[in-house]
């Protein structure tokens, strides 16, 4: 008995056979789509102030600069080699050996990135608050990258680690292993695959990408949605905590998926470090582990940084309110002399 799934056949990622129209295209719509209609519903309830042609200018910049992020963080730092650092214009050309391929390989931190510095420069030419805007735009984020993570699963790709839970699955371009090795072997008995000594086996995986979009799509939106929004107390408390949670909950679902193999374990502390397909120590850490490190303390500081811009913005605002307050006091008291001098008269 097979204590594996096997990935369904049914899936393709392309939705017209023989058309370069892919499932992770459209996903990618249904992802920006799920976070405009979040944002607007934010306008509506007078959480935000904007109208439909500036939502759309920002979310016009908020793409550009998450699509630029991403891909030059893909071919830059996970590439693992000096191809596009030498052919530059290679990184945004769609087309390999003659046939459209799209644009493969995006970094979620280089989106993050980028959408970060576009935002910026929205807010620099439009006159808004940045965290304000980011506040609003991360609180339906979450919602709209799950669908990215079920374009991953619908192309079969950015697959787990071997594994013999019941739900684990052979993805069909995975890389399959020699049975040479005394561990494939063990994995296979273990797991009830039948193979022959030498033979190469598709082994099953987390299916890593469904685990993403749940914890870091759907579970870190109802977190920033219903319990992070409404105890929002100044501007950036989103952004900060949105940063902090999908660092953690990406950190830990790390474990179980498999690290670019060109790039390994960064930092390989841990036994088995070589072998990149099997759990063996919570100290081997792969590159985007790293990353999300930076993040979570990214994150605190955008937390105690936003925090001490609103304290600091309170006191001032504060301390004016105070001044006219005197202002007006200095101002009656004159009126009251004045009349007091006149009565004498």
Known sequence: MHLFIEYPTWIVPTIIPGLPIRWYSLMYIFAFATTYILVRNQVKKKEFDSSVDDTINLFIFAIAGLILGARLFSTLLYDGSWYYWTHPWMIFWPFRNG???????????????????????????????????????????????????????????????ASSVPWAMVFPDAPSYSTNHQWVRDFAERIGIEFSQGALINLPRHPSQLYEALFEGVVLWLFLWFIMRPRKQYHGFLLAWYIIGYGFARFFIEYVREPDSNLGFVIAWGKNSSETALFTSFLNISMGQILCMAMIVFGFFVLFYSRHIHQKQAATAEAMALKRQQAAIQSQKARKSSKNKKKRR
């Open 99 to 161: 046939r459209f391929v799209g644009l493969p390989g995006m970094s979620y931190h280089g989106g993050l990135v980028g959408t970060i510095v576009a935002v910026i420069i929205y807010c620099r030419i439009h006159h808004r608050r940045f965290f304000e805007v980011a506040d609003v735009l991360v609180a339906g984020i979450p919602l709209g990258y799950t669908f990215g993570r079920l374009g991953n699963f619908i192309n079969g790709e950015l697959w787990g680690r």
